[in-house]
């Protein structure tokens, strides 16, 4: 287990940045896959982004779902072992819990063992 600690939510107006931080405790960070997922009231946890190896750990890959191509950025400190998640060009619908989660390789819901308490998101419209 990883322990993990969002920080950086909070209200915000329609078309506004936040940049979200997770600091984790394992020395390893760097190796660890991290993802960043949602989810609003009422509504399943979705996932947001990723950053992990590439195939030959050459570099950090990027992935992040449809709805936040081109407005959310995810990269990571490993010296700080910490991983961020900028969001410019906010929606309402963007409104939601935010939560860190940090994975041996793989990027399906299930290979994320370690998840962090999550931290509010507003975006008022």
């Known amino acids: 287990q990883v322990q993990l600690v969002e920080s950086g939510g909070g209200l915000v107006q329609a078309g506004g940045s936040l940049r979200l931080s997770c600091a984790a405790s394992?020395?390893?960070?760097?190796?660890?896959?991290m993802g960043w997922f949602r989810q609003a009231p009422g509504k399943e946890r979705e996932f947001v982004a990723a950053?992990?190896?590439?195939?030959?750990?050459?570099?950090?890959?990027?992935y992040y779902v449809d709805f936040v191509k081109g407005r959310f950025t995810i990269s990571r400190d490993n010296a700080k072992n910490t991983v961020f998640l900028q969001m410019n060009s906010l929606k309402s619908e963007d409104t939601a819990v935010y939560f860190c989660a940090a994975s041996r390789q793989g990027l399906r819901l299930a290979d994320f063992g370690s998840w962090g308490q999550g931290t509010q998101v507003t975006v008022s419209s």
């Open positions: 950053i992990k190896w590439s195939d030959g750990s050459t570099y950090y890959a990027e």
């Open positions: 394992e020395r390893t960070f760097r190796h660890y896959a």
